[in-house]
């Protein structure tokens, strides 16, 4: 989990360390309020 705070609206920039992952497909996903919405994310080392 890379955030789990309110915080008021607005762009934010977040920092993923994946150094410790081994290359594949992942899925995270986005909550806010109502709103929920999983993707999937290619990491190439």
Do not use: R, T, W
């Not at 994946?18 to 909550?31: D, E, P, T, V």
């Not at 919405?37 to 990491?43: E, G």
């Amino acid at each position: 989990m890379l955030v789990n705070e309110n915080q008021k609206p607005g762009s934010y920039e977040i920092k993923f360390d994946a150094s410790n992952l081994s290359s594949g497909i992942y899925f995270y996903s986005l909550n806010a309020g109502e709103f929920h919405q999983v993707n999937k994310m290619m990491l190439l080392k």
